[in-house]
């Protein structure tokens, strides 16, 4: 019964965590050009998670993306920086590698 009830936690936890970093992206704007599973201006945040997850530096290398802002990886439109904090840019690329 423990190990059930600390299962339960658990998932709680990290649902609360995707819910809270979900709603940092839609605080910040992301959600006006990116989209969970559609593409919109900019890839969906599946497809991003799909071609980063091999990738043992993908975190820092998004959240660094989100900060700094970039073009050519995924089309010719190019994404402004946000602006985010560092604890923010991590936040939101830890999540977007979740997004399946």
């Not at 600390?6 to 965590?17: D, E, H, P, Q, R």
């Not at 969970?36 to 993306?65: H, I, Q, S």
């Not at 989100?66 to 050519?72: A, E, N, T, V």
């Amino acid at each position: 019964m423990k190990r059930v009830a600390l299962t339960l936690a658990v998932v709680i936890g990290l649902a609360g965590a995707s819910f809270a970093s979900e709603q940092l992206a839609k605080q910040k704007g992301c959600m006006a050009c990116h989209d969970l599973k559609a593409k919109k201006v900019g890839p969906a945040f599946a497809d991003v998670a799909k071609k980063y997850a091999g990738r043992a530096d993908a975190v820092d290398y998004l959240a660094g993306k989100i900060k700094k802002g970039g073009s050519g990886v995924w089309g010719s439109v190019p994404m402004p920086p946000q602006n985010v904090s560092d604890a923010e840019a991590k936040q939101l690329a830890q999540w977007v590698m979740s997004v399946k």
